[in-house]
């Protein structure tokens, strides 16, 4: 078992919709980080969180510490918020990362 | 724009060559990371450097060696390149370390033939 798994592994949504992405993780962290991979290739860091709620914009990302979970949420989605989404937590120095949500926005 | 720069965006090159790559961290980072992103591997952590001292180690090959000069910047090398090592190389930077957050540069894809 994967020390950081994520779920959907991909999906696809209309433009509008409430988007929630999950990640679970199984050891003691210091941080979780939710990155974004555009179809380019490039990683954009949308938060960092290490306990309760962030906002930025449309993006909300929570942690629960006790239950080893976070959750990404996209609120009025659109087209241009395709991309991979990628947890990943904080450990001793290292990052590991799940292996990412394909979530694609449909006009 | 993240700050961070790496050069080569793009290498080509053939099995039991050597590589190396280069990443200038955003002005006042301290901390370098590296990773490696593959088909089959997903995102992988290679090593950290922070003012020039390793700092963290993960899944580094042995052939694969890095150092951050005084100046900051960091190089990865790549030796006895096989067709298993082609994949995408991203460098980040911290201010610190710890639990700062991470700035990534754009990537350097690598392929071996």
């Known amino acids: 078992k994967n020390e950081v798994e994520q779920s959907p592994q991909n999906l696809t949504a209309q433009e509008g919709e409430f988007i929630t992405i999950n990640c679970s993780y199984s050891?003691?962290?210091?941080?979780l980080h939710w990155l974004q991979q555009h179809p380019g290739g490039g990683i954009v860091s949308l938060f960092m969180l290490s306990s309760g709620k962030k906002k930025h914009g449309r993006l909300i990302a929570t942690i629960n510490i006790q239950e080893k979970h976070s959750s990404l949420h996209i609120t009025a989605s659109h087209p241009r918020d395709s991309a991979v989404y990628i947890c990943a937590v904080r450990r001793n120095e290292k990052l590991t990362f799940g292996t990412g949500t394909r979530l694609t926005i449909i006009p | 724009d993240s700050g961070v720069t790496q050069t080569p965006k793009h290498l080509i090159t053939a099995t039991g060559q050597r590589v190396t790559l280069r990443c200038s961290p955003r002005s006042g980072d301290l901390s370098v990371y590296w990773y490696q992103q593959s088909l089959d591997q997903g995102l992988q952590f290679l090593i950290q450097?922070?003012?020039?001292?390793?700092?963290a180690k993960g899944n580094i090959l042995e052939r694969f060696s890095a150092q951050q000069f005084p100046d900051l910047h960091s190089e990865l090398n790549l030796s006895s390149l096989e067709l298993g090592d082609s994949a995408l190389y991203f460098c980040?930077?911290?201010?610190?370390?710890?639990?700062?957050?991470?700035?990534f540069g754009p990537g350097t894809r690598l392929t071996v033939l």
């Open positions: 450097y922070y003012n020039g001292e390793e700092r």
């Open positions: 050891v003691g962290i210091s941080a």
């Open positions: 980040a930077s911290s201010v610190t370390g710890g639990s700062n957050e991470q700035f």
